[in-house]
């Protein structure tokens, strides 16, 4: 790739834009998943409700 | 199959595979990054902004992708009412909404230079605009109801009435005359495109297709965990734990 070409700001914002996007709403799910698993060991400290657990498996 | 399809069955297959997934995630898109920057040669009449295309098109596919898997969920809704087929529509709604964000942002930087422009209202560009917002309204439907129940069957049936727009999207190019380029790939004649292009464009879709699944997977266990926190939490505030008595089931809306 030819940096000096023409257009390539048009290149680099179109990478720029797919890298912040996707980047964001990895770091958002990734962010989401370890508070939803920290608030679940601040319930359920024993894993009393994780399926295999004494209530989890409960029908 | 169904027995897979258990909360947490899932839960235990997809942790052992996420690792994996994303391992194998990261280095199909760093080569396929390589190949179009490095490997893809300038195109005759475009330039060095051919290489737009490599995260436009597979971004565009798996924005149209991920709303068939929701139509796909969306039917296991209604029809076998099972509750790992809410989680994935409620999953993928953000994933497929910043999917196609890249897609109309991407678009617009490469048909400035192309076309002279940055938007025009022709019907696959209008089309796509219409998915976005599908992605914006499903979003907020989803948190509209207080009864999760109601919010999943609403939404599911919103999700199919809404893929009537898959299609339309992809053979917008061939039924009205566009400014936007018929298909080059998935054509009944062959792709048209050179493979010095071809291959990296697919590595890059195989690249998109594999964070697509790590993304959703990941999120379907955010969710599978909040369900199951809300559930615990409800049962507290109910009273009814305590020493020797029986909790929460590992169970997930919309079954109550």
Known sequence: ?59 | MWKLANPGVFMAYSGRLLPWLWAATGAVLAIGLYQAFFVAPTDYQQGETVRIMFIHVPAAWFSMFCYTVMATSAIGTLVWRHPLADVSVKAAIPIGAVFTAVTLITGSLWGKPMWGTWWVWDARLTSVLVLFLMYLGLMALQNAFDDPGRAARVTAITVLVGFINIPIIKFSVDWWYTLHQPASVFRFDGPTIYPTILIPLLIMAAGFMLLFFALHITAMRAEILRRRIRKITLLKARGSTGPGRRTATFTTEPAE
Request: proline share 8%; hydrophobic share 40%; aromatic share 12%.
């Open chain 1, 1 to 59: 790739m030819s940096f000096d070409a023409p257009h390539v700001g048009f290149v680099l914002w179109s990478y720029a834009t797919a890298v912040f996007g996707i980047g964001g709403l990895l770091l958002f799910i990734l962010a989401d998943y370890r508070r939803q698993r920290q608030l679940l060991s601040t319930l359920d400290p024993t894993g009393e409700n994780e399926p295999g657990g004494p209530a989890g498996d409960m029908p």
